[in-house]
């Protein structure tokens, strides 16, 4: 029997890591190289042969070091 669920991988690809990191697949790529993505150390990897794969899970924890920011403004404007 089929399960109706859908499965997600527990590893993603290059593409599926900026998409869920929010940027371009070449920052990606570069942040491989010099081991920094948005001023932070870059999110581990694996490669498998000529593949590379990144744990869900670690990029999961690579965006919790970023706080919640209910907004930028320092002060209150008045309406």
């Not at 029997?1 to 993603?12: G, I, K, L, P, W």
């Not at 790529?29 to 581990?44: C, D, E, K, M």
């Amino acid at each position: 029997m089929f399960s109706n669920q859908t499965h997600t991988s527990a590893v993603v690809d290059t593409h599926e890591c900026s998409a869920l990191l929010g940027f371009a697949a070449s920052t990606i790529r570069i942040s491989r190289v010099t081991g920094t993505l948005a001023g932070f150390s870059a999110p581990a990897y694996r490669k498998i042969g000529r593949k590379v794969v990144y744990d869900r899970i670690v990029l999961d924890q690579w965006l919790d070091q970023f706080a919640n920011q209910p907004n930028t403004a320092t002060r209150q404007v008045g309406i």
